[in-house]
């Protein structure tokens, strides 16, 4: 059973570029959150998604991000006319949908993107 | 200000035991977790503790909790050079299956031959 699986692992784009982040949750996880760990900041919640819905997205800037978790395919966090600021790393964890007991998330190993 | 807090460094010689302190101000925090990362690589989760428990050991590995101080530490005994990552502190907002966690922003262990 794979882990979750991100990619790439770095990436670079220039300034007012795309970035398309990429999430495969670990087999039978149907729950997938994305971070950014800025490096003065920490990590950071960003949204949390379950198939086809988007659960709670308080932590996404309200511009040029976005994030899909589809019935097929894995999660795509996508960034639109990237800045030097959105450089960092972006983390995705997944965890199963059991209810009433802790479920530890298992990460992935981020995809880095620095904007130049 | 910050909702969890901890000190960015520690410095310690193999063999010793590593502390690692960490202060919080969300007292509804139902789960408390550290996660271990090293360089390049991602958070690998070593252990996590209920709000309702004080004690949890695991191997060498040994989580305690003073709810009333809302402090949390987690001590490596006879702490190795492989112990060497930043070490980070993350408390869940809420219980159930959204998996929302509040970190600090690591504390950097540098294990001394």
């Known amino acids: 059973n794979a882990g979750v699986m991100q990619n790439p692992r770095h990436l670079v784009r220039r300034r007012g570029q795309e970035a398309r982040l990429r999430c495969s949750p670990m087999?039978?996880?149907?729950?997938v959150y994305w971070y950014r760990q800025l490096p003065e900041e920490g990590l950071k919640f960003m949204v949390y998604l379950q198939k086809e819905n988007i659960i709670d997205e308080s932590g996404m800037p309200k511009e040029r991000f976005s994030a899909e978790f589809p019935k097929e395919g894995p999660s795509i966090l996508r960034i639109q006319q990237v800045v030097r600021g959105d450089s960092a790393a972006y983390f995705c964890?997944?965890?199963?949908?059991?209810?009433?007991?802790?479920?530890?998330?298992?990460f992935g190993q981020g995809t880095r993107l620095t904007v130049v | 200000g910050e909702d969890v807090e901890q000190s960015l460094f520690l410095s310690v010689r193999e063999g010793d035991s590593s502390v690692i302190n960490c202060t919080y101000t969300?007292?509804?925090?139902?789960?408390l977790y550290w996660y271990k990362q090293e360089p390049g690589a991602g958070l690998q989760l070593l252990t996590y503790?209920?709000?309702n428990m004080d004690m949890k050991q695991d191997q060498r590995l040994t989580v305690l909790l003073n709810k009333k101080d809302k402090h949390l530490s987690l001590r490596i005994a006879d702490t190795q050079t492989g112990d060497s990552a930043i070490y980070f502190c993350?408390?869940?907002?809420?219980?159930?299956?959204?998996?929302?966690?509040?970190w600090g922003l690591g504390t950097s262990l540098a294990v001394n031959p």
């Open positions: 503790i209920f709000s």
């Open positions: 969300d007292s509804s925090s139902t789960y």
């Open positions: 993350a408390l869940s907002r809420n219980a159930g299956n959204n998996r929302k966690l509040i």
């Open positions: 087999k039978g996880h149907s729950h």
């Open positions: 964890a997944s965890s199963p949908s059991r209810q009433g007991q802790n479920t530890e998330a298992f």
